[in-house]
């Protein structure tokens, strides 16, 4: 599972580790890029697809406070970030690729929108990263209008 996140008009890639707890977590390095820039996007995905899962060890309760994709934005707390941001989400599954974007989950973070998924059946790593960047750009852009 990887993950980006769209705030300010910039996109937030990560690279999503799996730590000793088992559990998914948000690590440098990070790409930023401008929502509109298609092929810095690709690549951005490209690249944080390619990372794979580093494992790390579980991160502290103090880490929790201040995540990492934070320095990237204006946001001064995890609570802002989401109320400005845009979550979204590549798995991958049985012969496929699953996109699917987040909705505000009401006690905080995002849970999984079943009216926004993106089925991908590429196998190329081109491709599926071209295609992420193609439904995050065409959903992102549309609602910034």
Known sequence: MWHLYVVEGRVVVPTVA???AGFY??????AVV?????DGLKDAIQAMIQRGHPKVPTPSQESF??????KFTT???WR??????SF?????????FLISRGRLAGRGGWQFDPNCVHQIYKQRLEDVSASFAEIVQRSELRSDS
């Open 80 to 85: 802002a970030f989401e109320k400005k941001a």
């Open 18 to 20: 799996l730590t000793e």
């Open 88 to 96: 979204w989400m590549l798995s991958q599954a049985e012969g496929h």
């Open 34 to 38: 401008d929502v509109a820039d298609r």
């Open 75 to 77: 946001a001064r707390s």
């Open 65 to 70: 406070k201040r995540p990492v994709v934070l």
């Open 25 to 30: 977590w948000n690590v440098e390095p990070c």
